[in-house]
């Protein structure tokens, strides 16, 4: 049987590299212990098309596996080459981790948009999925 829900009204979505985390984050949170992680940077975002979060747990094997998919327009452009972790606020200020410090990672795509010769900006389409024990890690920033 499979789980799914969705984050309500994302107000913000930021970043960090993942070696900025502590080792065995997901493991932690299934523990129950709190996750406290470095301040992100912030990332901008356009609110058309709306930003969704969504989260997927599937039971196999005797336990529960996650799968996250983040989708959202910016201005930012993150490098490819790194490997990062998103940390998204929702409207009750309810801030969740996606990634961890070890592989796998998240998996970044992006679909670059230049602007007009009028003027208009470049923006980015990210979409951002990831699959582990725990997904969608509630969390504190320091």
Do not use: W
């Not at 930021?14 to 301040?39: C, D, F, H, K, T």
């Not at 912030?42 to 747990?57: I, R, V």
């Not at 452009?77 to 990672?105: K, Q, R, W």
């Not at 795509?109 to 990831?130: C, D, L, Q």
């Amino acid at each position: 049987m499979a789980d799914k829900f969705s984050l309500p009204g994302i107000k913000s979505i930021g970043y960090l590299l993942a070696n900025q985390l502590e080792s065995n984050i997901a493991m932690r949170a299934q523990a129950g212990i709190p996750i406290v992680i470095p301040r992100p940077n912030k990332m901008d975002f356009a609110p058309e098309p709306t930003p969704e979060c969504s989260c997927l747990c599937t039971n196999a094997n005797n336990g529960c596996t996650e799968k996250v998919k983040l989708s959202f327009t910016s201005q930012t452009l993150l490098s490819p080459e790194a490997d990062y972790a998103f940390v998204v606020t929702d409207c009750h200020n309810c801030c969740y981790l996606i990634g961890a410090m070890e592989a796998p990672f998240p998996v970044m795509n992006r679909t670059t948009a230049f602007g007009s010769p009028a003027g208009e900006p470049r923006s980015v389409a990210y979409e951002i999925e990831f699959a582990s024990i725990r997904a969608l890690i509630p969390c504190h920033t320091s």
